[in-house]
């Protein structure tokens, strides 16, 4: 991410809406991409991820705004004008070229000569690890195989943009894992700047340098991996990204102090005054709820009673409820070692705290 | 936070309008194809049946008088009564037709019965001749001078509603077949097993879970026998003797009389059932795609002597009706003079009476050309319309599938009202070889439109957005990928077009001219003139070469699909995805 301030953006959106008859996709949204930068659009179905990727490739067509690659604006080149290697879902592999002449399909309109194409086939099979199936045809390759010649064919003419929409989702779980880092890798070699659409969050977490969590057509987010997860800036992204504790509480006089049902206090990370009474929801991830020898003194401490226990491999899920507010759930993931020491069982009486550093509050309900 | 909240009104401040993108040479190109398909359809569809419409409105010597060629039709008993006469068959035929059809087909899939691969195509063979060489055939063994007629001296009275429906019967059964069969193939086993297991009889089976899984094949079925019966010319033409139906009206009151305005009058009546039909068809079918899932487990049909035997006889019974038509047409085509002189004789086949072969190489020649061009028209047509999505898709697309409800009469009397009008530019097409390519291209465009259609959905809808970001125009792609992808649909839709075009006569009937005669249309011809030898012999030419095509056509296939199956296997995968 260096050097934004001295070279324009790799893509820069500037106040992009599109609507569909009466249905609004996207609502002004404006963006920008630093040039080699991995950029996820992260989102639920329907937000607008995919149809701000393909306004970005021209293939949608936007109402208003100025898509900018470069620094030069391109809202009104056709898609062939853009310069980007694009990856779909269903990888839109000609089923009747060879994975070689596959890749080799952008190359063969640019005046480049037989000898310089059959180089860069090579130079490209050999990066995503395709060499030994040259010649084959794309339905005699595995899903993941297929994935790798789509990106080999979208990166052949050497593109100043990648786009990926949902490149993964048709994967199973394991060869999702793996081609996670193995795309990562390749554009971090390459440098090329790159956005991925995906609705999965841990997939926007380990791959992306930045996610722009999307909803209803608007950018709820945008922001580091870290960033996100640890200071989402809605509900909506604190419920999306990662698993969320969301307490009801009201601010109390104290600035920083909010009251749960029950009457406890607890003290979180707000810092904006609030006048007293304003209803506010309190948010805490499970992993962070401190429980045993340590959650003995100290503020924000609350007993809870254990409702469920659900083993979950290497951690363990605690459902809890506070003493006469059935309405109030809590979760907590406990290592399942630490469960062990700990010697509860559903039923026990469990004492935790709420490290204030962790408690985050949102005005309105969640 | 409050930023989340966005209201209305801003929404309502996005423009309906897009931005534009700067057009290149390829949406030239694009746009080109559009406005080409769009000027072709209007001038061969469109153009032709506002025409028709058009004159069923005025008297013969052009002035307007609403509906008055209606009200006459209805009022004159002779004319009017070929509607009722015309539903009569139809109604008739569709009954016996499906009938037969249904337990043939149910042989055919449903049971072990010996020599089932035979059976199929023994009773394809009605598709490779015109509809009246069934009639001929019938008149030959049943008619004045029939061979069963001499034998016996019973004459049962062929000519008339008896002879069409027996005719028809025989013309519409593979058709009606190959529907019945696709239906009873497209079945769930399980249902079965679960029937079983409930102790359901046989019959409580086959009312229950056959009849209702076939229920829209049965309807569709009925819908295209009763449209191929009330628009057929030829049948009723050669064995209805002085019953009168609506296609042989139209010819009566053209050909016969001049009286052009009382035939546009006839015609457009004639559109209703037809349109009808079609309507009804198609919602039919949108609703059949549900009844088969992809976990569906096929059926297979277990050894049961007795249902095996007895519905071998059965479709052995029609399987040697079939044989026997055109056994007799060829026998009659090969003697001196059946059924007094059977000595066999080559001479029926110098067609002296029509001029030689003249009309068969015409008809070869308007068939292959048929093909060549309405392959090309429908592919490319299916194309624009289903990849490039534009605000002409709509209209397209429902003048596409218009064709198939205009009887090809009604085509032929539109085509002269379109083509022999003084002063039109069209005019120069009127009495060539062309205007037949044209109007059997129209005549059967749907189908291989909708064919051609099918076979791009199946396609990557993402094909041409990949050769855009890679810079590849779309017509590069298209010639590179959609092609050899569709090669199967369009070797099919070729083949249907040769086929239709070799057997077609109503709509050729009225545009053939001296020189531009037809093989379908010289039997028609050489029959009325008592030349009845000559007809047989030049059916049995048109079926010949028929066959041999479709022979051709089955080899060239079985290559084109070896070549493939490697590619194959993808359009599965991404189907079970």
């Not at chain 2, 769930?188 to 009849?211: E, H």
């Not at chain 2, 002597?305 to 009659?332: E, H, M, N, Q, T």
């Not at chain 2, 032929?412 to 097409?429: C, D, E, H, Q, W």
Request: proline share 5%.
């Amino acid at each position: 991410m260096t050097g934004v301030e001295s070279r324009p953006p790799a893509v820069a959106l500037e106040g992009i809406a599109k609507r569909f008859g009466e249905f609004v996709a996207l609502r002004k949204v404006s963006l920008s991409v630093a040039p080699g930068e991995f950029v996820c659009f992260l989102g639920p179905s329907g937000c607008g991820k995919t149809t701000l990727l393909r306004i970005i490739a021209g293939l949608e067509r936007q109402n208003t705004g100025v898509v900018r690659m470069a620094g030069r604006d391109v809202s009104g080149l056709p898609p062939k004008l853009r310069n980007y290697g694009i990856v779909f879902q269903s990888y839109a592999l000609f089923p009747n070229l060879s994975v070689a002449r596959n890749i080799a399909y952008g190359l063969e309109t640019r005046q480049a000569s037989r000898g310089e194409i059959n180089r860069r086939i090579d130079e490209l099979l050999e990066l995503v690890g395709l060499a030994r199936h040259k010649h084959k045809y794309p339905a005699q390759l595995s899903g993941g195989e297929q994935q790798r010649v789509a990106l080999a064919r979208a990166l052949a003419p050497a593109p100043a943009l990648l786009l990926l929409d949902e490149p993964l989702s048709a994967l199973d779980a394991r060869v999702r894992q793996s081609l996670r880092h193995e795309i990562r890798a390749l554009q971090r070699r390459l440098g090329v700047t790159t956005i991925m659409v995906t609705h999965d969050q841990e997939e926007a977490l380990a791959m992306a340098d930045r996610i722009v969590v999307m909803n209803h057509g608007m950018v709820e987010q945008v922001g580091s991996p870290v960033d996100v997860y640890m200071r989402p800036r809605s509900p909506f992204v604190a419920r999306f990204v990662g698993q969320m504790n969301f307490i009801p509480a009201t601010a109390c006089e104290r600035a920083g102090w909010a009251r749960i049902s029950g009457g406890a206090e607890l003290r979180h990370l707000g810092r904006d005054a609030v006048a007293d009474g304003t209803a506010l929801t309190l948010a805490i991830r499970p992993e962070e709820i401190v429980i045993g020898p340590r959650a003995l003194d100290g503020e924000n401490r609350l007993a809870t009673r254990i409702e469920t226990v659900q083993f979950l491999g290497s951690f363990t899920r605690l459902g809890l409820v506070l003493p006469g507010e059935p309405e109030t759930r809590i979760e907590c993931d406990v290592a399942a070692t630490a469960f062990a020491e700990l010697g509860a069982a559903e039923g026990a009486e469990l004492p935790l705290l709420l490290r204030a550093e962790a408690l985050r509050v949102f005005v309105s309900g969640p | 936070m409050s930023r989340l909240d966005i209201s209305g009104d801003a929404a309502l401040a996005i423009p309906a309008r897009t931005v534009r993108h700067r057009l290149g040479r390829e949406d030239l190109v694009r746009h080109a194809l559009i406005a080409l398909f769009a000027v072709v359809l209007y001038l061969f569809v469109l153009y032709p049946m506002l025409q028709l419409t058009w004159r069923s409105l005025l008297d013969n010597d052009g002035r307007f008088v609403g509906v008055a060629n209606y009200a006459r039709y209805f009022r004159t008993p002779a004319i009017a009564a070929s509607i009722t006469n015309s539903l009569y068959v139809s109604a008739v035929s569709m009954v016996i037709t499906v009938a037969l059809a249904l337990v043939y087909a149910y042989g055919l899939t449903r049971t072990l019965m010996p020599g089932r691969g035979l059976f199929r195509i023994v009773a394809m063979l009605p598709l490779f001749a015109p509809s009246l060489v069934q009639a001929l055939a019938f008149i030959y063994v049943f008619g004045n001078n029939g061979i069963f007629t001499r034998l016996t001296g019973i004459n049962v009275g062929i000519y008339g509603a008896k002879g069409i429906i027996t005719a028809e019967v025989f013309y519409c059964f593979p058709h009606a077949l190959l529907i019945l069969v696709a239906a009873l193939s497209a079945t769930d086993a399980r249902l079965y097993d679960a029937a079983r297991t409930l102790g359901a009889s046989p019959l409580k089976t086959f009312v229950t879970v056959t009849l209702p899984g076939i229920k829209f094949g049965l309807a569709s079925a009925c819908f295209v026998v009763f449209t191929l019966v009330i628009t057929d010319f030829g049948a009723p033409k050669a064995i209805g003797g002085k019953f009168s139906v609506m296609a042989t009206e139209i010819y009566n009151q053209v050909s016969g009389q001049q009286n052009f305005t009382m035939g546009a009058t006839v015609s457009v009546v004639l559109l209703i059932p037809a349109v009808l039909a079609f309507l009804v068809d198609r919602v039919t079918q949108r609703r059949q795609y549900a009844l088969v899932t992809s976990s569906s487990k096929p059926l297979v049909p277990g050894r049961r002597p007795l249902a095996d035997w007895g519905l071998f006889g059965y479709c052995a019974l029609i399987a040697g009706s079939i044989i026997g038509i055109y056994l007799a047409i060829a026998v009659y085509s090969l003697v001196i003079r059946w059924p007094y002189n059977f000595t066999p004789t080559l001479k029926h086949y110098r067609f002296d009476t029509v001029g030689g072969y003249t009309p068969l190489l015409n008809s070869l020649y308007v068939a292959s050309l048929s093909a060549v061009v309405g392959t090309v028209l429908t592919f490319v047509g299916a194309y624009v319309v289903e990849k490039c999505r534009t605000l002409a898709s709509g209209p397209l697309y429902l003048l596409s599938i218009l064709p198939v409800s205009i009887p090809g009469m009604v085509l032929g009397l539109a085509y002269i009202f379109t083509f022999n009008a003084p002063g039109s530019v069209l005019n120069p097409l009127y009495g060539t070889l062309a205007i037949l390519v044209i109007s059997n291209v129209i005549h059967y465009f749907t189908v291989a439109f909708l064919t051609a259609t099918t076979a791009l959905k199946q396609m990557d809808g993402e094909f041409e957005n990949v050769s855009a970001s890679l810079g590849v125009p779309f017509y590069r792609t298209f010639w590179r990928v959609t092609v050899p992808i569709g090669l199967p649909a369009i070797i099919g839709i070729s083949m249907y077009f040769f086929l239709n075009a070799m057997v077609t006569l109503s709509a050729v009937v009225f545009l053939v001219a001296p020189g531009t005669e037809l093989a379908a249309v010289a039997v028609l011809l050489m029959d009325d003139a008592g030349d009845t030898a000559q007809a047989a012999a030049m059916s049995v030419m048109i079926i010949s070469f028929g066959l041999a095509v479709r022979l051709v056509y089955w080899a060239v296939m079985r290559r084109v699909n070896r070549r493939t199956q490697a590619w194959l296997r993808s359009a599965e995968a991404a189907e079970t995805r």
